[in-house]
């Protein structure tokens, strides 16, 4: 019993156990964290949207709106994104494009199956004034109407030609979308 006593009072076999003690105790938290970051890893949840492959004004847009994580992007919808001050379907596009590179999307929007994008105004397409007011003279006001015409079904309506169509193919390449075939 007197070796216990003595053991406990001297001073070195208290710091050695104390060393023994905090050396346990961080093994156990590094497993523990490596455990939660390789988690967050594998689900992206914390990778920094600046590691996306988005353009620069998508990454200022983000950055504006404080989405810092792919995790909290991943929490909106893109028709949420469209509500966002000085966003528009290129932006919404973009950030579809670049989390699909990793495997992730934007939230769907369960009260419909059409994506946020497919909503959008004909007006919103990088189109001179003409094509637009044309497309809407034509009935075709959104980019799903759009996108349901064949480029030999736009050719067979009055005033539009291959000069119009090749600009509406182009709006529509940068967007990520294109025309039936």
């Not at 992730?104 to 929007?109: A, C, I, P």
Request: with cysteine; proline share 2%; hydrophobic share 35%.
């Amino acid at each position: 019993m007197s070796t216990v006593n003595e053991l406990t009072n001297n001073e070195r076999v208290r710091n050695w156990l104390r060393a023994v003690i905090a050396d346990n105790l961080d093994r156990v938290v590094d497993r523990i964290m490596g455990e939660i970051k390789a988690r967050d890893v594998a689900s992206g949840d914390s990778m920094p949207v600046e590691r996306l492959e988005l353009r620069e004004y998508s990454k200022r847009l983000l950055a504006h709106q404080g989405v810092l994580t792919v995790g909290d992007l991943c929490r909106y919808s893109g028709w949420e994104i469209l509500q966002w001050r000085n966003t528009g379907i290129n932006h919404v596009a973009d950030i579809e494009s670049g989390l699909r590179t990793i495997g992730r999307n934007l939230r769907q929007d369960y009260a419909t199956t059409e994506t946020p994008v497919d909503r959008v105004p004909v007006s919103e397409l990088d189109l001179d004034d003409r094509t637009v007011v044309l497309l809407e003279k034509l009935g075709i006001e959104t980019l799903e109407e759009l996108c349901s015409f064949s480029a030999k079904g736009l050719l067979s309506c009055r005033g539009i030609g291959r000069g119009t169509v090749t600009k509406i193919k182009q709006a529509l390449k940068e967007i990520g979308r294109s025309l039936t075939l």
